[in-house]
């Protein structure tokens, strides 16, 4: 089956980093769009990151832009979120997706359990 395991969540402070990895096994890792998504306590889930099939096309929630970087390795089935300059209010758990049309929406085929990520002050 599918199986979507992030990991790399941890306790930080402010404007420090965090790499979180979304490793990926079950489906064919080179065909899938995939995506970072959080949901900070009390809120929705929202759309963090995205990469195209071929790494070569990358979107970010404006919240993020200029901190965060998505990668991709396919060698590894394996996703990257590269936080840096973190802020207390990127605290939240983070999760990993994985669909065959990019979007930034949350229709995702494939989500991962989540990874906690708390920033302090």
């Known amino acids: 089956q599918v199986q979507l395991v992030e990991s790399g969540g941890g306790s930080v402070q402010a404007g420090g980093s965090l790499r979180l990895s979304c490793t990926v096994s079950?489906?064919?890792?080179?065909?899938?769009?995939l995506g970072w998504f959080r949901q900070a306590p009390g809120k929705e889930r929202e759309f963090v990151a995205a990469?195209?099939?071929?790494?070569?096309?990358?979107y970010y929630a404006d919240s993020v832009k200029g901190r965060f970087t998505i990668s991709r390795d396919g060698a590894k089935n394996t996703q990257y979120l590269q936080m840096n300059s973190l802020k207390p209010e990127d605290t939240a758990v983070y999760y990993c997706?994985?669909?065959?049309?990019?979007?930034?929406?949350?229709?995702?085929?494939?989500w991962g359990q989540g990874t906690q990520v708390t920033v302090s002050s």
């Open positions: 997706a994985a669909d065959l049309v990019l979007r930034t929406q949350e229709e995702y085929e494939y």
């Open positions: 079950g489906l064919t890792f080179r065909r899938y769009a």
């Open positions: 990469i195209d099939w071929s790494g070569g096309r990358t």
